[in-house]
């Protein structure tokens, strides 16, 4: 399955931006997809993820309670929306299949298949 991500920006501290992760219709099936994040001079991180089937989502303690996970099966898209955002949430934000084993058994998102282009998440005043 390829994947596209698109939505980024540049905001203030406190800001949001609603991330959209689009699933091409072709292609192997997938248990669920996740959003990950690489900032400048760090490695990939996980963020969150959702399963297809249902609405079981997962979240990086850092994110908690500010970002939201959300899916339309419809519409092949995965939404991110981020609120209150911060600086330290900079970074190119990415969405990827998930391996099924690892979310229901480690309860954490770790990515399979290729990487799409990414989009950008700047925080700044």
């Known amino acids: 399955v390829q994947l596209q991500a698109s939505g980024g920006g540049l905001v203030h501290p406190g800001g949001s931006l609603k991330l959209s992760c689009k699933a091409s219709?072709?292609?192997?099936?997938?248990?669920?997809i996740g959003w990950f994040r690489q900032a400048p001079g760090k490695e990939r991180e996980e963020v969150s993820c959702i399963s297809k089937a249902d609405d079981t989502s997962l979240y990086v303690d850092s994110v908690k309670g500010r970002f939201t996970i959300s899916r339309d099966n419809g519409r092949n898209t995965v939404y991110l929306t981020m609120n209150n955002l911060k600086p330290e949430d900079t970074a190119v934000y990415y969405c990827a299949p998930v391996d099924r084993d690892v979310f229901v058994l480690l309860r954490q998102c770790f990515p399979t298949g290729s990487w799409g282009q990414g989009t950008q998440v700047t925080v700044s005043s």
């Open positions: 219709t072709t292609g192997p099936d997938f248990y669920g």
